[in-house]
């Protein structure tokens, strides 16, 4: 999978898409079927041992090594434990910063998709639909990701049972779908500006965890992650202040 150029593609849609009608939702991933067989040969990189032996991670809320554990204080119910074959790029870091990226990213695209209902002005709405464009689509290679390294796929109902870092609680949520107009407005700005810092302090925990963001997509994706909610924190507080 060459994961850059789609997310490349990806951000060329977008940016061409902003005025377009919202993508619809990514069909859910079903998890992957746990094989009863043996586990997968490991590849050994260059120089690499082959007597090393596959890093298995515990269920989230187990004790975990600090080495592989930068994720381990997000609520993750349900994802299981992690096995890494020897001599792999990604880590146990790596695979719960796509599950938990997936659970971030759909419920972001949930909030978008409020807006058109909701009375948005017509800069919030281009914006919505923006975002969603971009993170719709980041979801689906996080899932093929995923389901292409055999780990537990989430689907687009994760955030709904999943807690990361500046995802709204319930209460926000209920407040965000009753809001209409300038209200959705100004609140819909303050929520997704802090659920795009949430993201990337998950950027930030996924770099501080060792050996973590060496494998090519991870990398690409995490830099992706960085650079385009960044850029698009500094246009929702300009667009904030100057709501009336």
Request: charged letters at 15%; glycine letters at 6%; proline letters at 7%.
């Amino acid at each position: 999978m060459v994961f850059h150029r789609d997310l490349s593609l990806i951000c060329l849609v977008a940016v061409l898409g902003a005025c377009a009608t919202p993508a619809p939702n990514p069909t859910p991933a079903p998890s992957p079927t746990r094989a009863t067989t043996s586990a997968p040969t490991p590849v050994t990189a260059v120089g690499a041992s082959t007597a090393t032996l596959p890093v298995t991670a515990p269920v989230m809320g187990a004790s975990v090594p600090a080495a592989e554990g930068a994720h381990h204080h997000h609520d993750m119910p349900g994802m299981g434990p992690i096995t890494i074959p020897a001599g792999v790029l990604y880590t146990v870091a790596d695979v719960r910063f796509m599950q938990g990226m997936i659970a971030h990213h759909a419920q972001a695209v949930h909030m978008t998709r409020l807006a058109s209902s909701a009375g948005a002005s017509a800069r919030v709405l281009r914006l919505a639909q923006k975002i969603d464009l971009s993170q719709a689509g980041e979801i689906v290679l996080m899932q093929e990701w995923l389901r292409e390294y055999e780990q537990f796929v989430p689907d687009t109902s994760s955030w709904r049972s999943m807690t990361m870092p500046g995802m709204l609680t319930t209460d926000d949520m209920a407040k965000l779908e009753r809001a209409r107009g300038t209200d959705f407005d100004r609140l819909f700005l303050t929520l997704m500006i802090r659920h795009h810092e949430g993201a990337l302090t998950m950027v930030t925990d996924l770099y501080a965890s060792p050996r973590a963001a060496q494998e090519v997509d991870i990398s690409v994706l995490a830099n992706d992650v960085e650079s385009t909610q960044t850029a698009e924190i500094g246009v929702m507080k300009l667009m904030l202040a100057e709501l009336p």
